[in-house]
């Protein structure tokens, strides 16, 4: 079945420190794909999304390129916030089963002063 | 345009009592998902409905029900409480069923079971 693996976290950055958190996938098909973020005590909100490959999704300073090839869909930001710091969930959407998002365990991002 | 709005926010229960959770959609949303969240398992998904039909169910047992009104909103039921239902659960509205489309997530209900 369709699966999503991230990197463990949590990960703990100064800020202004780039930002890479690893996200590949295993489905079958042509997934969309997804990066949600969970702030402390709140629901998921969608910062970015590709729908086919080569596709690059980005949303308040964050980029992700759907890659096919490797079957990735890794999130980057070049100068990360204090505000920034919640947990990110990689996720994905199969055409085969529509309406069921697969989700990765979530990576937690700690950014310090 | 509003958001996923989801009540209530807080639910304490005890073993062998039920629940009721509600989702409301945003406004010409018809597919509304429901997800459980807790730290060991992380996000499942429960069920999809569109259009008052459930179009897509995940692997839980049959504690676990729901449905759709013709307003679209959404109940989920769970009978029978055990200590592991505790979690936050989470719904999901999107403008179709969702293939390619988003899903907008509500802030969701943290249940407790004592």
């Known amino acids: 079945g369709d699966s999503v693996t991230q990197m463990e976290g949590p990960v703990t950055l100064s800020e202004e420190a780039f930002l890479t958190i690893n996200c590949t996938y295993t489905?079958?098909?042509?997934?969309?794909l997804f990066w949600y973020v969970q702030y402390p005590g709140e629901g998921l909100q969608l910062l970015l999304k590709?729908?086919?490959?080569?596709d690059k999704g980005s949303n308040k300073g964050f980029e992700a390129t759907y890659r096919k090839e490797t079957t990735s869909f890794h999130l980057e930001k070049g100068s990360v916030q204090v505000s920034d710091s919640a947990v990110y969930f990689c996720?994905?959407?199969?055409?085969?089963?529509?309406?069921?998002?697969?989700f990765g365990t979530g990576t937690r991002l700690q950014v310090t002063l | 345009k509003a958001g996923v709005t989801q009540t209530p926010r807080y639910l304490i229960k005890t073993r062998g009592q039920q629940v009721t959770l509600s989702c409301s959609p945003i406004s010409g949303h018809r597919s509304v998902s429901w997800y459980q969240q807790t730290p060991g398992q992380g996000l499942q998904f429960l069920f999809e409905?569109?259009?008052?039909?459930?179009?897509n169910k995940g692997n839980f047992p049959g504690r676990f029900s729901g449905r759709q009104f013709s307003n679209s909103r959404s109940e989920m039921n769970v009978s029978t409480l055990e200590l592991g239902d505790s979690a936050l659960y989470l719904c999901?509205?999107?403008?179709?069923?969702?293939?390619?489309?988003?899903?907008?997530f509500g802030p969701g209900t943290r249940l407790l079971v004592l």
């Open positions: 409905y569109f259009s008052e039909t459930q179009r």
């Open positions: 996720a994905l959407i199969n055409t085969g089963t529509a309406s069921k998002l697969t």
């Open positions: 489905a079958t098909g042509y997934p969309s």
């Open positions: 999901a509205s999107s403008l179709d069923p969702p293939g390619q489309e988003t899903q907008y």
């Open positions: 590709a729908t086919k490959a080569d």
